[in-house]
């Protein structure tokens, strides 16, 4: 059955991409593409050769973009196969003012090549290092569907990781474990240079602990995507785009950091780019050593004993160390056709050390248990990702056909030594004496994507039309083997019953269209994504097999009406869809705490949600303001549901609830206050309504919630600037439990060196050391409280330096494409 649909669902897709190839084939048929233009660009100080300036081809009639090129070491370019026509051309270069030249004529007629001569460009500044003074980039931009923020000049993340960067964004909330929340839901996908990737996937929590602040260069929040992207992400989507040098000539950068308690990272990224070639490397080290402890106090009512009281008290440490490196280079065959491929490796340690003290005891006073568990781990993790990828240009602006291949390996090893001392058969603390068990656990991910996207404007620039194809076929693979030590002979035995091997198969096929216009003031973009799912769930240990295929829809629509040059309102929908993870569906349970075990679903469905928001935004020179209402409607809401039995052990799992509603408003200010001196503030509120009767019958909640986000940047004389940020969460309350919130702040100093190239920044995170996790969990026949705290108050001091003959240009082209970005497209028309 699954390869009869496949391949009836891939005929479909090759007719789909046939006919777009003819039909952009016929859309630049027209005219006959045999025009030549040439010429030499020189600096009109000194008539020197001036080497990659940049020339633009643009049609006279509409002001399209046509094709381009980029002058040589002499400073001489060759722009072929231009269609005939008149075309006026802007020949740019940083550092310079603008040259334009009108009238230039491709016909039988007349001729079909022009000779520009020598092009004389004036430079506004005195020297290439100068070049790097641009207009200042704003932290916050708004775009038709979604927020771009500016992150490279944050300075309360630097020394820190891209979790750090990320939990300092709206709406945005990262738990002790890493697990990132955006609007008080963590369903969201994670995309890095706007592709998923298998780093980003079962173990994305460490990746994002492992990537350096420093090599981020903007965060884009997608809170309702339309049919163009992948459909999972409850709340949306949030893309972390790496930073890439996008100027000729060879650049680099180095930075290094040093942290109390043990924490250290550095980077180093080089770019080298000719008018044929763009060569990039990254490469990130990061060493951490940080302290965890937490408490556990539950009771267990009515036991045939009476209530059982459990208290577990567990002190421990961490030591992670990663190596990350990303190289890539990108080909310009041609002005409009560009190939690229690049790669990604991670490499990665954990060392894991903690004890745990276990105390049952009856309400009687008689004791159950008592005992220390000693647990000694190590984890070695190793992920690589391969990218090829095609951008195909033709005549018109954004009228373009990508293609992309990547496939993603990532692997993971874990053992784990425990040593449990009875505490009542010894007096005091007892000395580690040895292992009494031990567990292998290998964890792997292989996905292999092929997608295929075309792009073509209609109605001149007022329309656009876009089209693709996306399949996705991913394994997972989880294998467990644990042994205990038989207490007689003194050698280690097979745990059978906990031993197990679980094996997740994924193929995912879809294709999408999106049509959108912009007529007088009101834009609008609708789209449709179709995609067939085939899933098959293997649990080789006990020979058992299960299937959820599902066939989905997701329908988009955006509508955007302009008040006024500054303001706008925009209406927004577009369906979603959150899959099971493997923990979610792997049934075979853990045993890391045997009085608290976890364990998933293989019967779990995913959740969809319809998802609406409401938003009116100003945007007045460098402020912003935008003030939003939203709504997202859950059916089959996966969500955790745990339960305790006589002996007092719990046992967490995952079921659907019927269903949950979740509706709020966010209000963002971005605005400076004087020349010096700008703020950065956000407040979400939201009120959430759970259903789980189709588990218990008082399985409701209802509960309002919020979070507010505050940055405040003051830029003085002689590079020397301070930042200050504080973030508080609210009590929330769940199907079984609340989130009791918390509030912390941080405070960095900059000063800017070495001509402006380097700098020197301070950095203290959570001042008061005021972060840390309370939960209260209530079911039937128990409750719990339960207080996380891992170190978060650190001290950074942060080195960083530019070198190379230019800086990177912030003040880029928009919409320029050179097969090194990593945003997602913007659908303004």
Known sequence: MHSYSIHR???????????????????????????????????????????????????????????????????????????????????????????????????????????????????????????????????MEMKMDKRVFNVEESLGTTGGSATDIIETLPSVQVDIDGNISLRGSQNVTILI????????????????????????????????????YDPDGMTGIINVVLKKNKLAGFHGNVTATIGTGDQYNGSLGLNYRTPKVNLFTNYSYRYADRFFRSTNDRTT????????????????????????????????LSPTLTLSTSGTLNLGTDADQDSVLNLQQYDSGLILNNFYRFTDGSEDGRGYDINVGMIKQFSGPQHEWTADARYSDNAEEELNEFDNRDLLLLDGLPEFSGVDEFNFTNDGRKTLTVQTDYVRPMNGEDGKLELGYKSIIQQLNNEFEGYEQDTLTGSYVAQLDRNNEFVYDEQIHSVYGTYGRKVNRISFLGGLRVEQVFTT?????????????????????FFTYDLSESNKMSLSYSRRINRPRTRQLNPFPNYSDNLSLRKGNPFLLPEYTNSFELAYSI?????????????????????????????????????????SQNYGVELVVNRPLTKWWSINASANGYRTVNDGTNLESDLNSEAYSWSSRIMSTMKFKKGFSIQLSAFYRAPELFPQGQFKGFLFSDIALKKTILDNKGSLTLNLRDIFDTREFAFDSFGTGFEQESLRKRESRNLFFTFSYRFGKLDTQKGRKKGSRDGSGGGMDDVDF
């Open 537 to 557: 769930s293997t649990l080789v240990t006990t020979d058992e097999v299960f299937n959820n295929d599902y066939f989905s829809l997701f329908p988009s629509a």
């Open 619 to 659: 945007q007045k020179g460098r402020s912003n303001y935008m003030f939003s209402v939203y709504l997202r409607d859950v059916n089959d809401v996966i969500r955790r549901f745990t339960s305790v039995d006589s002996a007092g052990v719990s046992t967490t799992s995952y079921q659907n609830f019927a269903g």
């Open 301 to 332: 009512f009515n036991t045939d004993e009476g209530d059982l009281f459990l208290t577990q008290k567990t002190d421990g440490g961490r030591i992670r160390q990663n190596h990350t490196i990303q190289s890539g280079v990108d080909f310009y």
């Open 193 to 228: 240079d706007g592709k998923p990737s298998a780093l980003t996937g079962a173990s994305r929590q460490a990746i994002m602990e492992q990537i350096p602040a420093s090599s981020i260069e903007r965060i884009e929040i997608i809170t309702n995507p339309s049919a163009k």
């Open 9 to 139: 669902f891939l005929l479909l897709c090759l007719v789909l991409l046939s006919s777009l190839t003819s039909w952009s084939q016929r859309s630049g048929g027209a005219r006959p593409a045999i025009g030549v233009v040439t010429g030499t660009v020189l600096d009109k100080t000194d008539n020197s050769p001036i080497e990659f300036a940049t020339i633009t081809m643009s049609s006279r009639r509409d002001s399209s973009f046509v094709t381009g090129g980029i002058t040589d070491k002499k400073g001489r370019f060759t722009i072929s196969e231009i269609p005939l026509g008149m075309y006026e051309a802007r020949i740019t270069f940083i550092g310079y003012d603008v040259e334009v030249i009108n009238a230039i004529r491709l016909t039988p007629k007349e001729s079909t090549t022009a000779n520009l001569g020598d092009v004389k460009l004036s430079p506004t500044v005195n020297d290439l290092d100068a070049a790097e003074v641009v207009a200042e980039t704003p932290y």
